[in-house]
């Protein structure tokens, strides 16, 4: 099938973002208070919009996070990308090929627009995303897993649910492809295929998503 449009996630799958985030997520986490491990924020809040980690920590021990954790957690995490940041292996590889094939595509992220455009200058995608193919779970009421941010990002770029493909790697990201009608296909790279069992189809590298987009 060729699709209208690609709708590709963003930590994880265009940039190399995950391990540092949930590194320094864990021991913000830990450090005030709730302790929590890399593999604990891999599996609770990857893919998530930051009100999630909010919402799961005040439900696990009653307490709120303080108001600037946000600004904190970001400042340490913003500055940590100019340093190891890289691009998911692979990708411009991938967009190259969307575009020599004239495929629409966009990013549709839960991290905020800030979070989306520092991670693509710092790893040079930004030519490849303009403002009108970047839209964050900031655009809508909901982030994943509902399908609100697939959604709008489809009508603004101007296709029809059906007629997408999305790439993520989260479990959140391909529930919420799925609540929006859309294909996915599911990165392995850094999760346990069994936790994107609800996938279209799965792949473990930039290539093989290369090949599949024939």
Known sequence: MRYDLILFDNDGVLVDSEPISNRHLAAYLTELGHPTTYDESLRDYMGAAMHRVHDIVLARTGKRLPVDFDDVFHARVFAAFEEELRPVPGVEGVLEKLIADGVPYCVASSGSH????VGHRV???????DDDRIFSSQDVGRGKPAPDLFLY???RMGAAPERCLVVEDSPLGVQAARAARMDV????????PERLAG???????????ADLLV
Do not use: K, V
């Open 114 to 117: 800030e979070r989306i455009r």
């Open 123 to 129: 790893t040079g995608l930004d030519r490849w995303f």
């Open 153 to 155: 990002a489809a009508e």
């Open 185 to 192: 296909y599911g990165f392995t790279a850094m999760t346990p």
């Open 199 to 209: 996938a279209t189809q799965l792949f473990s590298s930039m290539g093989e998503l």
